[in-house]
């Protein structure tokens, strides 16, 4: 999509509710391709470097949504996505008629299925559109995007879609398909990310040279894409977070969830939740997650880089 100019009419208006580091990325790249960005978040200094960037701001997200063409919510989970909909500020009320909300908080299907139901009856448009990528990507425009909805909400989203991912997966016409497609990505995030914290742990407890365990699993059959991402973090002794422990908490407990009520065994994803579980009690869980490595060293006295720095309640 190229940049709208002074003669392709009025930009569309784009609204953000939540300008974490995924959110102020995919608000700036909207506004590179021409969009009229509005901004909110809880946090009063995001919303102040989105303006510094150029962008709008709003007081609250019903007002950041009133002339909203789209409007994506770039929230934690469901509840908070109910919320930002529903709730006292919500935005429901102050949508215009035939506007797109984009969801892209990870939830359970069945949640998404029924904000959509609910946005829909006031003649609003619901597009279920988690996101994968991390911060860099979208910062850059190259988000991945799995997304289920009517063929008026994606019509209606497309120009936000465009600025915001390098790949837009159409999934289906109904809400919760782009959930479940998310959660399954989910379930191999945080197993990949718990295998890879155990391995380089492992490694380093039999005293080898982490920077060539690096450099020979990422050119070995054993390589992840996960791997490969973490565990530069782990050899920089740095675990100030770019996704929290905190995140699989929720998400493989959703999965639990969701294995649970379609008596499906994942006994995988259930091992790697009580990972997470047990470095949040051990008060890392709004750290990077990488910091699986820093529970696994705990339990074996395994010396990692930066561990001399390990804060004495771990």
Not at 41 to 49: C, F, L, Q, S, Y
Not at 181 to 191: D, E, H, P, R, W
Not at 266 to 282: N, R, S
Request: glycine share 10%; with cysteine.
């Amino acid at each position: 999509m190229m940049p709208l100019s002074e003669n392709s009419g009025p930009a569309v208006i784009a609204a953000v509710i939540g300008l974490g580091s995924m959110g102020m990325g995919m608000a700036l790249s909207m506004k590179r391709k021409g969009l009229d960005v509005v901004g909110y978040d809880i946090t009063p200094g995001a919303v102040d470097r989105f303006v510094a960037e150029g962008g709008r701001g709003a007081a609250s997200p019903a007002d950041a949504a009133a002339d909203a063409d789209i409007v994506v919510s770039v929230v934690v989970n469901g509840a908070q996505t109910e919320s930002v909909l529903f709730g006292p500020q919500g935005i429901a009320a102050t949508m215009k008629a035939d506007a797109v909300f984009i969801s892209s908080a990870t939830m359970d299907p069945a949640v998404a299925r029924n904000l959509a139901e609910r946005a829909e009856a006031l003649g609003l448009h619901y597009l279920d559109a988690p996101i994968s990528g991390g911060a860099a990507k979208a910062a850059r425009g190259e988000l991945t995007i799995m997304a289920s909805g009517s063929r008026k909400a994606f019509e209606t989203a497309r120009p936000a879609l465009d600025a915001m991912a390098g790949k837009v997966y159409e999934l289906g016409n109904a809400a919760g398909t782009g959930a479940a497609f998310k959660m399954i990505n989910q379930l191999l995030a945080g197993v990949h990310i718990a295998a890879a914290c155990e391995a380089i742990t492992f490694a380093a407890k039999q005293g080898l040279d982490l920077d060539k365990v690096y450099e020979v699993i990422t050119a070995s059959a054993g390589n992840s894409w996960m791997f490969e991402n973490r565990v530069p973090h782990i050899l920089a002794g740095d675990y100030a977070p770019l996704s929290s422990i905190e995140i699989f908490v929720k998400d493989l407990g959703i999965v639990q969830d969701m294995a649970r009520s379609e008596r499906y065994p994942t006994p995988l994803a259930a091992a790697a939740l009580q990972m997470y579980l047990a470095a949040a009690g051990a008060g890392m869980g709004r750290d990077d997650d990488s910091s699986l490595a820093r529970l696994y060293a705990k339990l074996s006295g395994a010396e990692l880089p930066g561990s001399a720095k390990e804060p004495q309640s771990l």
